[in-house]
């Protein structure tokens, strides 16, 4: 098993920066890929970010390149993600995912999965 604790949400002005994190524990030697999901309230949940372990494949939505970074910390089994020129569309829960799988932006390939942690973005 791997669990996973997001970290970093809140209330934040249009044009602000947030940073999330999310902390792995457990059986995490053999997961091969971390995403960064959101769902916004009355929408489908979507992929921010994905990275995988190794760090040599990073994927973005459209809606968030140029201005999110997804990152990882090996030594502290720990996942980012570093949000700038917020918009209030990007208010939603953020949630962090792993699997132990392939690569995949869909929300059906991950098996773990934080508790989820509230961005909102005021206009």
């Known amino acids: 098993q791997v669990q996973l604790v997001e970290s970093g949400g809140g209330l934040v002005q249009t044009g602000g920066s947030l940073r999330l994190s999310c902390a792995a524990s457990?059986?995490?030697?053999?997961?091969?890929?971390m995403a960064w999901f959101r769902q916004a309230p009355g929408k489908d949940l979507e992929i921010v970010a994905r990275?995988?372990?190794?760090?040599?494949?990073?994927y973005y939505a459209d809606s968030v390149k140029g201005r999110f970074t997804v990152s990882r910390d090996t030594t502290e089994s720990t996942v980012y993600l570093q949000m700038s020129s917020l918009k209030p569309e990007d208010t939603a829960v953020y949630s962090c995912?792993?699997?132990?799988?392939?690569?995949?932006?869909?929300?059906?390939?991950?098996?773990?999965w934080g508790q989820g942690t509230l961005v909102t973005v005021s206009s």
């Open positions: 995912a792993a699997t132990i799988g392939r690569m995949s932006t869909s929300p059906d390939d991950y098996t773990y």
């Open positions: 990275i995988n372990w190794r760090g040599a494949y990073i």
């Open positions: 457990g059986r995490f030697v053999s997961v091969t890929t």
